[in-house]
């Protein structure tokens, strides 16, 4: 079924890194309109709100199920200590890296006991705070450029236990921003002053910037996104030598259509 399934047959059989499958397509229904779905509560659907955001506008699909499953592989690894810092990426533009992140970082803040800070790393096309209704005014770029302090910019979000770090306005040195010191301090800093708080930061494309290879150095995990039909193996198991594959947490496949299998089969053959 070509290159990418291949290559989440390959993974699967070296058990090198989980991995877990958005079908891609429209959002489903608006919240509350599909019969058989539980509404999603008024008071986290507000306008403004992208209904890309599946784990709020269509919270019994198998897309939020996914990113459940991506949340319990963070909440309870196999190895080692549960990650606090994940990086978001992907090879090459489009791949789903925001929409990964965003639904990702809601989807732990509506858990019990999780509190997320979710970071707009891309500081050339900062578009992170559309999912979540908001305006891209000053963030990590005003920070990062030592123009206003961080207590004046991130935003705690109408959805509870989720704070938002927007982009800013684009940077013309957005490299040497994200590799800076100031950077590594300012997730040390996010680290030390928010211990109970997973901070989920969205990246840019592996293949074509540099920044996110030195951001890798200063998280703990990362989760590539390989858009289905976009890259090819040889460029995923590059880019996972690269990271380390220690550093990978999951492959999200992104895009991968389930021909009309019903649910259970799905999830049955991928992770029964
Ligand atoms: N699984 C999915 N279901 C529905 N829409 C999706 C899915 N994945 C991505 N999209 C949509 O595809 C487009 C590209 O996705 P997104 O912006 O998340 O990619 P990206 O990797 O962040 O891109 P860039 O490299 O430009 O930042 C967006 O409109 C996004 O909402
Ligand atoms: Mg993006």
Redesign the pocket.
Known sequence: MGKISDAFERHQKEKVVKTVQ??????EKPPGKEPGLAPAPESIIQKGISP?L?VLSAPESI?AENFKVLKSQILFPKEGEVPRTIMVT?AF????????AANLAVSLALGINEYVLLVDC?LR?P?LNRMLGYSNTEGLHEYLTGKRELSDLIVHTRIKKLSLLVGGRPSPHPGELLASTRMKDFLQEVKDRYQDRFIIL?A??SQITAETNVLANYVDKIIF?VMAQKSPRETIQKSIENFGKKKILGIVF??YRQAHKPYHKYYKKHYG
């Not at 533009?93 to 990964?100: D, L, M, S």
Request: charged share 30%; no cysteine.
């Open positions: 958005l079908p891609i397509g429209k959002p890309k599946v897309d992907s533009p489009g791949e789903g890296k925001t929409f990964v891309d096309k578009h969205d840019t494309p996104v992104n895009g």
